[in-house]
């Protein structure tokens, strides 16, 4: 058992539930309660999976590609930059689609990726296939709300990125709902309790269950990939590099010459020369980070990426709920019906001091509710480098009204 950095006591008691239940497990340092298994979290078993481990927003993760463009591709003058990138701004949020539905239709959307077609599917049954999958056509290329964002950056090199973060939407969820309900004994689509359910891949449920994640994650893949790289031609750019990592998702690994089930609930895979996009806040840098390599690891080093399963964070991490930030809201309507710690006035004055263009975004996620990334890397103890920071210029995320069953 490993733990990066310092956590709260309620996180701790949770990690030490899986502890218990897991032959390996890690909590890095930007950890947080979650569901049962708590954000951050990282927890590998012998031939089974967990269903609240891999969580409700199966696949959710983040997607930066890095463009041919620089500030100086948007003007000539700061002036100039400044109102290409606020018309930028406004284009992306109209265009891009946050909450449930794909409101701009776009017409070169995925719906027909091969993923549509795969035999896991037939998993799912017959009485709610069809719906399933008319619901996940109608939401691929839809980013969400909560934490998800589209972000355009700018790196300490100039160069120009788009940065996207949300999950498999509806479809994820329902898969999870419905295997934490199979799990318990009910049936597909009753709600019940959210409690650990270990599921064994030998098993037809687990089996099902692994196939569907895997679904789950190409779908994300795809919709990730294809709203990113919308942004990009809509910047005017092209490709040069994708970084593109899953962070709440199981994967079969060797570990000290064992095959395990590796679930990593809001932690990325941070393996050897392996590159991630970790996240700050809308009024944060990001980064991308690369596990490091075996020729720059210490013994000690090494014996801390093996102890963390080759994972570090995913982002900042939260240090005030949602509903301690911005109060409580309707669930549908997302009306206030009582006020947070967090003002829009606090969150505003943030964003404009960092020089941040935002669009939507509500108080549950200001800067204010979440650690400083730099903290928290360092607090991961050189198990990554930083090969670029990355300074948001946009940040464009739903309104605190829209809205979303699906958030993280």
């Known amino acids: 058992m490993t733990i990066f950095g310092q956590h709260e006591d309620k996180t701790l008691q949770q990690f030490e539930r899986i502890r218990e239940q897991s032959v390996r497990a890690a909590l890095m340092a930007d950890g947080h309660v979650g569901y049962v298994m708590p954000i951050g979290g990282v927890a590998a078993y012998r031939h089974q999976v967990s269903v609240v481990g891999v969580g409700f927003d199966i696949a959710c993760g983040n997607a930066a590609i890095r463009t041919n463009l620089t500030l100086g591709s948007f003007g ?3 002036p100039a930059i400044q109102a290409a990138l606020v018309a930028f701004a406004d ?4 265009s891009v689609s946050f909450g449930v539905g794909r409101k701009n239709r776009a017409d070169d959307a995925p719906v027909n990726h091969p993923l549509f077609a795969d035999d896991a599917w037939e998993a799912i ?6 719906a399933l999958r008319a619901k996940a056509r109608s939401q691929l290329g839809t980013v969400g709300s909560g934490n998800h964002y589209v972000d355009v950056f700018v790196d300490e090199l100039g160069a120009i990125w788009v940065g996207v973060h949300f999950g498999s939407r509806g479809l994820g969820h329902t898969i999870a709902s419905a295997f934490l309900a199979l799990g318990q004994g009910a049936s597909w689509g009753e709600r019940v309790p959210e409690r ?3 599921l064994h891949l030998d098993d037809p449920i687990g089996h099902d269950y692994w196939h569907l994640m895997q679904l789950a994650g190409a779908y994300a893949y795809a919709g990730r990939e294809w709203v990113a790289r919308r942004v990009v031609a809509l910047l005017g750019g092209t490709e040069l590099e994708l970084v593109h990592n899953h962070h709440n998702f199981a994967w079969r690994e060797t570990h000290q010459d064992e095959e395990l089930v ?7 895979p941070a393996f050897p020369g392996q590159t991630g996009f970790v996240g700050g806040s809308m009024g944060d840098d990001a980064v991308i980070v690369r596990g490091v390599t075996d020729d720059r690891a210490s013994p000690e080093v090494r014996s801390l990426q093996e102890a963390a399963l080759f994972s ?7 240090v005030m709920s949602r509903t301690a930030a911005g109060g409580k809201r309707h669930r549908r309507t997302g009306r206030q ?3 947070g710690a967090i003002s829009p006035n606090m969150m505003t004055r943030w964003v404009q001091d960092k020089g941040v263009i935002l669009r939507g975004g509500g108080v549950d996620e200001s800067p204010h509710v979440y650690r400083r990334l730099p903290d928290v890397l360092s607090a991961q103890r050189g198990t990554v480098d ?5 300074r948001p210029l946009i940040v464009v995320m739903a309104g605190d009204t829209e809205f979303d069953p699906y958030k993280d």
């Open 196 to 198: 650990e359910v270990l």
């Open 125 to 130: 049954p017959v009485a709610h296939r069809n």
């Open 337 to 339: 019906l009582s006020r």
């Open 91 to 94: 284009e992306i949020a109209d």
């Open 262 to 268: 590796v679930i990593r609930k809001g932690a990325t």
């Open 386 to 390: 930083i090969v670029h920071v990355l």
């Open 312 to 318: 570090t964070v995913h982002g900042a991490g939260r």
């Open 76 to 78: 000539s003058d700061a």
